[in-house]
């Protein structure tokens, strides 16, 4: 039998993101139907008999903060590039703004 994440997590009183973290970890064994997650009651009740201290914690995520103070610098740098420190106005990317006043056209 195929159980769901959510009929899962109320049977062991997990939040279902710690299960779909479990999974991707391979911390517990799983089943994946194309997107989907299911696990077999065969096989969970097998996990939880081997896991000695309980139903194990999740792995924290590597850096967290870390990822998101690139993203930051690279926010920062880009704004530097388009904005002027005048008025927040963007400056032209193409040299065809004002192309007829350069030429003599206007």
Request: proline share 8%; with cysteine.
């Amino acid at each position: 039998m195929l159980l769901t994440v959510k009929d899962l997590s109320q049977e062991l009183q997990v939040n279902s993101s710690t299960l779909y973290a479990w999974a991707k970890q391979g911390k517990i064994p799983c089943k994946r139907l194309h997107r989907l997650v299911r696990f077999e009651r065969g096989e969970i009740d097998t996990w939880l008999a081997s896991c000695p201290n309980g139903i194990p914690a999740p792995l924290p995520d590597i850096c967290p903060d870390a990822s998101r103070i690139d993203v930051d610098a690279l926010i920062a740098s880009a704004k530097r590039e388009v904005y002027t420190p005048r008025h927040g106005e963007t400056r032209p990317k193409s040299s065809l703004i004002r192309k007829g006043e350069q030429d003599g056209a206007v």
